[in-house]
């Protein structure tokens, strides 16, 4: 009833080393799975199936990535067993290895007649331009951290592409998985952080242990907020923005540019305004609103 509908296979599914040549693909290109990990990966994604889920699958691997320049033939497998065989719904293509031409992929793909959702994961450095998004969703940063530091860093990466008209359907920025519920982030972390992915349309990527109930019941308030989710899911012409922020910086270590606070804006439609004001300082702020200051909300 939330969205929340795809669980996702992110690395150490490939047999390292078995490839010959190279690290886990075989000479006809194909990809080597792990068996003793994942003995049968179409029933796998068959159970996902089963329980209304989507599944999506992971390429480019980090985990003994392919060092080789790959043939074509590698991508052509790949994406063969990625839709045919075990029929993924989703795939995750990571920038370590050297299979790194995603527009093949993205052709490939459609061939195949499968609807796959595509996650182009370069880290900001395979990005879109009016014309060109071969993919569905792109990083705009680098990974994230369990870290408030490295949330609010990773976030100032969607400002630029909002501002542009980049990030938009069919071809969404974001700044990588949510922290939510990992060690690291307080509860009232978690929350901001939640909060500003929301505002600036991010794909909402849960990455807690969902077999730990205590952590699931602990966020739960937090990441199955309607309201906040219907923010995050409403499109009007713009992805979320900051249209006002401090001119001194919070101070934060390995974010120092990041501003003390920044009051962020979504339209939602029909003349209905989203407004998020978050301190990202280690001290209370007082901050205020002024409604004439909100973009495109009439007063």
Request: proline share 6%.
């Amino acid at each position: 009833d939330l969205g929340y509908c795809e669980v996702g296979l992110d690395d150490a599914w490939q047999a390292c080393g078995e490839g010959g040549d190279y690290n886990y693909h075989d000479t006809f290109g194909r990809p080597i799975v792990n068996t003793t990990r994942f003995p049968d990966m179409a029933a796998m994604t068959a159970k996902a199936h089963r329980l209304g889920l989507t599944a999506g699958w992971y390429h480019n691997n980090c985990i003994c990535a392919e060092t080789k320049e790959p043939t074509r033939e590698m991508y052509v497998q790949d994406v063969h067993y990625l839709a045919d065989v075990f029929k993924f719904d989703a795939v995750k293509l990571d920038a370590c290895g050297k299979q790194y031409d995603l527009e093949l992929w993205a052709d490939l793909i459609n061939e195949t007649g499968r609807p796959i959702m595509i996650e182009n994961c370069h880290w900001g450095n395979t990005v879109p331009t009016e014309t060109w998004c071969p993919w569905n969703y792109f990083r705009t940063s680098e990974d994230i951290a369990p870290s408030y530091a490295s949330v609010v860093k990773n976030l100032q990466t969607t400002i630029h592409w909002a501002q542009a008209g980049l990030s938009r359907p069919g071809c969404w920025g974001y700044p990588d998985m949510l922290e939510v519920g990992v060690k690291g982030l307080s509860f009232a972390e978690s929350r901001s952080h939640f909060g500003a992915w929301c505002i600036v349309s991010s794909p909402l990527i849960l990455s807690h242990n969902v077999n730990d109930d205590a952590v699931s019941d602990e966020i739960w308030p937090v990441i199955s907020n309607k309201e906040a989710l219907a923010v995050n899911q409403a499109w009007a012409g713009h992805s979320g923005s900051p249209f006002k922020q401090s001119s001194v910086t919070a101070g934060l270590p390995s974010a120092p540019d990041v501003p003390a606070w920044q009051y962020f804006y979504k339209p939602l439609g029909g003349g209905k305004v989203a407004v998020l004001m978050i301190n990202h300082g280690p001290s209370e702020q007082r901050l205020t609103l002024n409604l004439r200051d909100v973009p495109g909300l009439a007063c």
